[in-house]
């Protein structure tokens, strides 16, 4: 019989959730007793779990014996994906109407950010960003206002694993940069991508506060529109968009 928790949930599957997430925080990759050591667990039991996930297909064990996410957690990935843009979707369409920009949703995937929602604008030149599109987050505003929700170190581990590639001239070219920029983030409550993802394109980016995994919402378009004066007038809807979205995230969990 399965043992239960203090909490009177099953042990066993929350030791299973709490190994995939220590792989996806270790950027994807362990080592047995480097989530034993981070797991406080004894070796054999990592053990075991691990070899019912791989047998499963949820872990893959590499030839160098390193424990890594497996294939069949994708296909959950995207369905929660799909969920949570679903549910966001309604208040992005609210938010695109009143700033009259387009909106996108984005969670942190594998050191990268997904775009998960889109709201487009209604006018003719506008931005477009393909939902399921992945890119770089020291290089886009929602990746930036995600990345600002980690701390120095959990970003410097992600900008090792996947550098700061220059999507354009204004990209952030160094870590110093990027986590300068961070802290700013944190303490005005927004992002700005400043050309980096994309010249004539500026976008505002709010975390949403309390999401699953680390999420942002935004708004874009041609520069010659959004402007500081567009910033000033979209800011606090956009963030006000970011507390919906939490909450409705709230009720569904309640």
């Given at each position: 019989?399965?043992?239960?928790?203090?909490?009177?949930?099953?042990?066993?599957?929350?030791?299973?959730?709490?190994?995939?997430?220590?792989?996806?925080?270790?950027?994807?990759?362990?080592?047995?007793?480097?989530?034993?050591?981070?797991?406080?667990?004894?070796?054999?039991?990592?053990?075991?779990?691990?070899?019912?996930?791989?047998?499963?297909?949820?872990?893959?064990?590499?030839?160098?014996?390193?424990?890594?996410?497996?294939?069949?957690?994708?296909?959950?990935?995207?369905?929660?994906?799909?969920?949570?843009?679903?549910?966001?979707?309604?208040?992005?369409?609210?938010?695109?109407?009143?700033?009259?920009?387009?909106?996108n949703m984005a969670v942190?995937?594998?050191?990268?950010?997904?775009?998960?929602?889109?709201?487009?604008?209604?006018?003719?030149?506008?931005?477009?960003?393909?939902?399921?599109?992945?890119?770089?987050?020291?290089?886009?505003?929602?990746?930036?206002?995600?990345?600002?929700?980690?701390?120095?170190?959990?970003?410097?581990?992600?900008?090792?694993?996947?550098?700061?590639?220059?999507?354009?001239?204004?990209?952030?070219?160094?870590?110093?940069?990027?986590?300068?920029?961070?802290?700013?983030?944190?303490?005005?409550?927004?992002?700005?991508?400043?050309?980096?993802?994309?010249?004539?394109?500026?976008?505002?980016?709010a975390a949403v506060p309390?999401?699953?995994?680390?999420?942002?919402?935004?708004?874009s378009g041609p520069v010659?529109?959004?402007?500081?004066?567009?910033?000033?007038?979209?800011?606090?809807?956009?963030?006000?968009?970011?507390?919906?979205?939490?909450?409705?995230?709230?009720?569904?969990?309640?």
């Amino acid at each position: 019989m399965a043992e239960r928790s203090a909490g009177g949930g099953v042990q066993s599957v929350e030791r299973v959730f709490e190994l995939l997430e220590l792989i996806t925080d270790a950027g994807g990759s362990a080592t047995l007793s480097e989530l034993s050591a981070t797991a406080g667990l004894p070796l054999p039991t990592i053990h075991r779990l691990l070899r019912t996930l791989v047998k499963l297909g949820y872990a893959r064990q590499l030839p160098t014996r390193r424990y890594v996410l497996g294939p069949r957690l994708i296909r959950l990935g995207e369905g929660a994906g799909k969920q949570l843009g679903a549910l966001a979707t309604p208040v992005l369409r609210k938010l695109a109407d009143e700033v009259g920009e387009t909106a996108n949703m984005a969670v942190l995937d594998s050191d990268q950010v997904l775009y998960i929602a889109q709201a487009p604008s209604r006018h003719s030149m506008r931005t477009f960003t393909e939902v399921g599109r992945r890119a770089h987050s020291h290089a886009t505003g929602v990746g930036k206002a995600i990345l600002a929700q980690l701390t120095d170190e959990q970003v410097r581990g992600i900008v090792a694993r996947t550098g700061l590639p220059a999507a354009t001239p204004a990209s952030i070219p160094s870590i110093e940069g990027l986590l300068a920029d961070l802290a700013i983030i944190r303490e005005r409550g927004y992002a700005i991508d400043e050309q980096e993802q994309e010249l004539g394109v500026r976008c505002f980016a709010a975390a949403v506060p309390d999401a699953p995994t680390p999420t942002a919402i935004s708004v874009s378009g041609p520069v010659s529109r959004v402007d500081e004066a567009f910033g000033e007038r979209a800011v606090p809807m956009l963030q006000a968009a970011a507390r919906e979205i939490s909450g409705d995230l709230a009720l569904q969990h309640a």
